[in-house]
Protein backbone atom coordinates (compact mmCIF):
# COMPACT_ATOMS: atom_id res chain seq x y z
CA UNK A 1 0.00 0.00 0.00
CA UNK A 2 1.51 3.10 -0.67
CA UNK A 3 1.95 5.90 1.19
CA UNK A 4 -0.14 9.05 1.55
CA UNK A 5 2.18 11.37 0.03
CA UNK A 6 1.93 9.17 -2.88
CA UNK A 7 -1.75 8.87 -2.99
CA UNK A 8 -1.23 12.74 -2.91
CA UNK A 9 0.91 12.98 -5.79
CA UNK A 10 -1.47 10.23 -7.99
CA UNK A 11 -4.86 12.56 -6.99
CA UNK A 12 -3.08 15.29 -8.64
CA UNK A 13 -2.09 13.53 -11.79
CA UNK A 14 -5.17 12.46 -12.26
CA UNK A 15 -6.94 15.79 -11.26
CA UNK A 16 -4.24 18.13 -13.47
CA UNK A 17 -4.69 15.65 -16.28
CA UNK A 18 -8.47 16.64 -15.75
CA UNK A 19 -8.72 20.19 -15.33
CA UNK A 20 -6.82 20.68 -18.77
CA UNK A 21 -8.26 18.18 -21.16
CA UNK A 22 -12.11 17.42 -19.66
CA UNK A 23 -14.06 15.63 -21.91
CA UNK A 24 -16.69 18.43 -22.54
CA UNK A 25 -18.60 16.61 -25.67
CA UNK A 26 -20.06 14.02 -23.16
CA UNK A 27 -24.28 15.01 -22.88
CA UNK A 28 -24.94 12.62 -19.76
CA UNK A 29 -22.35 14.31 -18.10
CA UNK A 30 -24.28 18.17 -18.26
CA UNK A 31 -27.40 19.44 -16.76
CA UNK A 32 -26.83 17.88 -13.39
CA UNK A 33 -29.34 20.27 -11.50
CA UNK A 34 -31.88 18.97 -14.24
CA UNK A 35 -34.67 16.66 -12.32
CA UNK A 36 -34.29 14.10 -15.42
CA UNK A 37 -30.27 13.88 -14.90
CA UNK A 38 -30.18 10.38 -12.88
CA UNK A 39 -31.93 8.93 -15.88
CA UNK A 40 -29.35 10.21 -18.45
CA UNK A 41 -26.97 9.07 -16.03
CA UNK A 42 -28.68 5.39 -15.68
CA UNK A 43 -28.68 5.57 -20.10
CA UNK A 44 -25.78 6.34 -20.50
CA UNK A 45 -24.53 3.61 -18.09
CA UNK A 46 -26.76 0.93 -19.77
CA UNK A 47 -25.00 2.07 -23.32
CA UNK A 48 -21.60 2.48 -21.97
CA UNK A 49 -21.23 -1.15 -20.60
CA UNK A 50 -19.99 -2.43 -23.99
CA UNK A 51 -19.91 0.02 -26.18
CA UNK A 52 -17.39 2.62 -27.14
CA UNK A 53 -17.40 6.00 -26.19
CA UNK A 54 -18.06 7.56 -29.73
CA UNK A 55 -20.43 5.68 -30.81
CA UNK A 56 -22.80 6.50 -27.89
CA UNK A 57 -22.63 10.07 -27.49
CA UNK A 58 -25.02 10.15 -31.09
CA UNK A 59 -27.07 7.46 -29.93
CA UNK A 60 -27.58 8.72 -26.12
CA UNK A 61 -28.89 12.11 -28.00
CA UNK A 62 -31.35 10.52 -29.92
CA UNK A 63 -32.66 8.11 -27.62
CA UNK A 64 -33.38 11.33 -24.94
CA UNK A 65 -35.18 13.05 -27.80
CA UNK A 66 -37.34 9.74 -28.37
CA UNK A 67 -37.71 9.13 -24.52
CA UNK A 68 -37.24 12.62 -22.69
CA UNK A 69 -38.00 11.35 -19.31
CA UNK A 70 -38.07 7.61 -17.13
CA UNK A 71 -41.88 8.11 -17.73
CA UNK A 72 -41.72 7.75 -21.61
CA UNK A 73 -39.74 5.06 -22.00
CA UNK A 74 -41.51 2.90 -19.22
CA UNK A 75 -44.24 3.60 -21.50
CA UNK A 76 -42.84 2.23 -24.48
CA UNK A 77 -43.06 -0.99 -26.64
CA UNK A 78 -39.93 -2.64 -26.76
CA UNK A 79 -40.05 -2.53 -30.50
CA UNK A 80 -39.83 0.83 -30.52
CA UNK A 81 -36.99 0.64 -27.85
CA UNK A 82 -35.00 -2.40 -30.04
CA UNK A 83 -35.36 0.56 -33.50
CA UNK A 84 -34.08 3.50 -31.03
CA UNK A 85 -30.98 0.68 -29.92
CA UNK A 86 -30.03 -0.70 -33.28
CA UNK A 87 -26.92 0.32 -33.82
CA UNK A 88 -25.46 -0.32 -30.13
CA UNK A 89 -25.13 -4.03 -30.21
CA UNK A 90 -26.24 -6.49 -27.17
CA UNK A 91 -29.75 -5.80 -27.76
CA UNK A 92 -30.65 -7.30 -24.59
CA UNK A 93 -29.70 -4.15 -22.42
CA UNK A 94 -32.53 -2.30 -24.56
CA UNK A 95 -34.75 -4.30 -22.71
CA UNK A 96 -33.19 -4.67 -19.38
CA UNK A 97 -33.51 -0.70 -19.97
CA UNK A 98 -37.04 -0.63 -20.51
CA UNK A 99 -37.56 -3.56 -17.66
CA UNK A 100 -35.83 -1.35 -15.49
CA UNK A 101 -38.05 2.09 -16.35
CA UNK A 102 -41.12 0.03 -15.50
CA UNK A 103 -40.04 -0.98 -12.28
CA UNK A 104 -38.50 2.74 -11.43
CA UNK A 105 -41.52 4.03 -12.55
CA UNK A 106 -44.01 1.09 -10.75
CA UNK A 107 -42.41 0.85 -7.65
CA UNK A 108 -39.94 3.78 -7.09
CA UNK A 109 -42.39 6.76 -8.49
CA UNK A 110 -39.92 7.43 -11.31
CA UNK A 111 -37.17 8.34 -9.34
CA UNK A 112 -33.53 6.58 -9.80
CA UNK A 113 -32.90 4.53 -6.44
CA UNK A 114 -29.73 6.46 -4.83
CA UNK A 115 -29.53 3.13 -2.95
CA UNK A 116 -26.74 0.73 -5.09
CA UNK A 117 -28.76 -2.41 -3.74
CA UNK A 118 -32.03 -1.28 -5.24
CA UNK A 119 -30.47 -0.94 -8.69
CA UNK A 120 -28.69 -4.12 -8.59
CA UNK A 121 -32.15 -5.61 -8.04
CA UNK A 122 -32.99 -4.23 -11.89
CA UNK A 123 -32.66 -6.10 -14.98
CA UNK A 124 -29.28 -6.34 -16.03
CA UNK A 125 -27.29 -3.93 -13.27
CA UNK A 126 -24.47 -5.31 -11.90
CA UNK A 127 -22.58 -3.99 -8.65
CA UNK A 128 -20.08 -2.04 -10.53
CA UNK A 129 -23.04 -0.02 -12.56
CA UNK A 130 -25.41 -0.10 -9.64
CA UNK A 131 -22.34 1.88 -7.79
CA UNK A 132 -21.40 4.00 -11.01
CA UNK A 133 -25.03 5.32 -11.74
CA UNK A 134 -25.26 6.39 -7.55
CA UNK A 135 -21.87 8.17 -8.08
CA UNK A 136 -22.66 10.14 -10.74
CA UNK A 137 -26.41 10.86 -10.51
CA UNK A 138 -26.44 12.19 -6.39
CA UNK A 139 -22.73 12.56 -6.03
CA UNK A 140 -21.95 9.86 -3.02
CA UNK A 141 -19.07 8.07 -2.74
CA UNK A 142 -19.16 4.85 -3.66
CA UNK A 143 -16.88 2.13 -4.66
CA UNK A 144 -16.75 0.41 -8.43
CA UNK A 145 -14.43 -0.84 -10.53
CA UNK A 146 -14.65 -0.75 -14.29
CA UNK A 147 -11.63 -0.66 -17.49
CA UNK A 148 -10.87 2.99 -17.40
CA UNK A 149 -10.36 2.74 -13.38
CA UNK A 150 -8.46 -0.62 -13.86
CA UNK A 151 -6.25 1.40 -16.43
CA UNK A 152 -5.54 4.16 -14.40
CA UNK A 153 -4.57 2.11 -11.31
CA UNK A 154 -2.90 -0.34 -12.61
CA UNK A 155 -0.71 2.15 -14.69
CA UNK A 156 0.31 3.61 -11.25
CA UNK A 157 0.62 1.25 -8.91
CA UNK A 158 0.91 -2.15 -10.51
CA UNK A 159 3.50 -1.03 -12.91
CA UNK A 160 5.51 -4.68 -13.39
CA UNK A 161 2.70 -7.39 -12.30
CA UNK A 162 0.41 -9.36 -14.27
CA UNK A 163 -3.16 -10.62 -13.38
CA UNK A 164 -3.66 -8.19 -11.26
CA UNK A 165 -7.25 -8.37 -9.09
CA UNK A 166 -9.54 -5.87 -8.38
CA UNK A 167 -9.55 -6.60 -4.74
CA UNK A 168 -6.27 -5.57 -4.82
CA UNK A 169 -7.39 -2.46 -6.20
CA UNK A 170 -10.34 -1.33 -3.97
CA UNK A 171 -8.00 -0.39 -1.50
CA UNK A 172 -6.36 2.16 -3.62
CA UNK A 173 -9.30 3.63 -5.30
CA UNK A 174 -11.11 4.07 -1.05
CA UNK A 175 -7.49 6.03 -0.29
CA UNK A 176 -7.69 8.25 -3.16
CA UNK A 177 -11.21 9.04 -3.37
CA UNK A 178 -12.59 12.29 -2.99
CA UNK A 179 -15.21 12.17 -1.30
CA UNK A 180 -16.74 15.52 -0.89
CA UNK A 181 -16.98 15.79 -5.19
CA UNK A 182 -17.25 11.95 -5.73
CA UNK A 183 -18.74 12.48 -9.20
CA UNK A 184 -16.14 14.54 -10.71
CA UNK A 185 -13.38 12.19 -9.40
CA UNK A 186 -15.07 9.50 -11.06
CA UNK A 187 -14.80 11.32 -14.39
CA UNK A 188 -11.46 12.90 -13.98
CA UNK A 189 -10.67 8.80 -13.67
CA UNK A 190 -12.25 7.82 -16.54
CA UNK A 191 -10.70 10.59 -18.74
CA UNK A 192 -7.62 10.09 -17.69
CA UNK A 193 -8.15 6.25 -18.35
CA UNK A 194 -9.32 6.92 -21.78
CA UNK A 195 -5.86 9.11 -22.08
CA UNK A 196 -3.91 6.19 -21.03
CA UNK A 197 -5.36 3.34 -23.58
CA UNK A 198 -5.12 5.93 -26.04
CA UNK A 199 -1.29 6.79 -25.18
CA UNK A 200 0.21 3.62 -23.29
CA UNK A 201 -1.90 1.23 -24.78
CA UNK A 202 -4.19 -1.70 -23.04
CA UNK A 203 -3.50 -1.39 -19.54
CA UNK A 204 -5.96 -3.54 -18.43
CA UNK A 205 -4.97 -6.60 -19.55
CA UNK A 206 -2.84 -7.01 -16.73
CA UNK A 207 -5.99 -7.57 -15.53
CA UNK A 208 -6.65 -10.67 -13.89
CA UNK A 209 -10.92 -10.23 -15.04
CA UNK A 210 -9.89 -8.64 -18.53
CA UNK A 211 -11.85 -10.70 -20.79
CA UNK A 212 -11.04 -9.58 -24.92
CA UNK A 213 -14.11 -9.23 -26.57
CA UNK A 214 -14.59 -11.93 -29.46
CA UNK A 215 -15.16 -10.51 -33.20
CA UNK A 216 -18.17 -9.37 -34.12
CA UNK A 217 -17.89 -10.77 -37.99
CA UNK A 218 -19.72 -13.62 -38.11
CA UNK A 219 -20.68 -13.84 -34.61
CA UNK A 220 -23.80 -15.13 -33.12
CA UNK A 221 -24.54 -11.56 -31.69
CA UNK A 222 -24.27 -10.68 -35.61
CA UNK A 223 -26.98 -13.00 -36.10
CA UNK A 224 -29.22 -11.87 -33.23
CA UNK A 225 -28.91 -8.55 -34.59
CA UNK A 226 -29.64 -9.55 -38.16
CA UNK A 227 -32.81 -11.20 -37.36
CA UNK A 228 -34.17 -8.74 -34.75
CA UNK A 229 -33.58 -6.41 -37.60
CA UNK A 230 -35.60 -8.07 -40.03
CA UNK A 231 -38.39 -8.77 -37.09
CA UNK A 232 -38.49 -4.69 -36.68
CA UNK A 233 -39.63 -4.55 -40.07
CA UNK A 234 -42.24 -7.06 -40.10
CA UNK A 235 -43.18 -10.49 -38.95
CA UNK A 236 -41.21 -13.36 -40.81
CA UNK A 237 -41.37 -17.41 -40.77
CA UNK A 238 -38.60 -19.53 -40.41
CA UNK A 239 -37.94 -19.98 -43.92
CA UNK A 240 -37.87 -16.63 -45.19
CA UNK A 241 -35.14 -16.30 -41.75
CA UNK A 242 -33.39 -18.92 -43.20
CA UNK A 243 -33.50 -17.86 -46.41
CA UNK A 244 -32.50 -14.26 -45.32
CA UNK A 245 -29.31 -15.25 -43.44
CA UNK A 246 -28.17 -17.91 -45.80
CA UNK A 247 -29.37 -21.40 -44.07
CA UNK A 248 -27.10 -20.38 -40.97
CA UNK A 249 -26.34 -23.18 -38.91
CA UNK A 250 -26.71 -21.29 -35.99
CA UNK A 251 -30.61 -20.07 -36.73
CA UNK A 252 -32.64 -22.47 -34.20
CA UNK A 253 -30.17 -21.94 -31.31
CA UNK A 254 -30.09 -18.18 -31.42
CA UNK A 255 -33.87 -18.05 -32.37
CA UNK A 256 -34.56 -19.98 -29.26
CA UNK A 257 -32.37 -18.07 -26.92
CA UNK A 258 -34.13 -14.83 -28.12
CA UNK A 259 -37.61 -16.25 -27.76
CA UNK A 260 -36.21 -17.42 -24.08
CA UNK A 261 -34.86 -13.86 -23.21
CA UNK A 262 -38.53 -12.89 -24.98
CA UNK A 263 -37.40 -10.21 -27.24
CA UNK A 264 -38.58 -12.03 -29.90
CA UNK A 265 -42.10 -14.95 -30.20
CA UNK A 266 -43.08 -17.09 -32.43
CA UNK A 267 -47.08 -16.33 -33.21
CA UNK A 268 -48.35 -19.33 -35.44
CA UNK A 269 -45.95 -19.83 -37.92
CA UNK A 270 -44.08 -16.41 -37.66
CA UNK A 271 -41.67 -15.01 -35.66
CA UNK A 272 -42.37 -11.36 -34.24
CA UNK A 273 -40.73 -8.68 -31.80
CA UNK A 274 -42.24 -9.76 -28.20
CA UNK A 275 -44.71 -7.57 -26.68
Given amino acids: ?26 PWRHDIDDENFAYYVLVSEIMLQQTQVNRVIYKFNQWIELFPTIATLAAADLDV ?20 AKVIVSEHEGRIPSEPGLLEALPGIGKA ?29 FPFAEHVADKELLPLIESSLDKENPREWYWALMDYGSF ?23 SSRQLRGAILKLLLV ?42
Avoid: C
Fill in 81 to 100: VLHAWSGLGYNRRAKYLLES
Fill in 196 to 218: LKQSVGNISQKSKHYKKQSTFEG
Fill in 1 to 26: MPEILAINQFQEIVWDYYRAHKRNNL
Fill in 129 to 157: TAAAVVVYAYNLPKLFVETNIRTVFIHHF
Fill in 234 to 275: KKRTYDELSAINLFDERLDEVLAALESEKLIKKTGVSYTIYQ
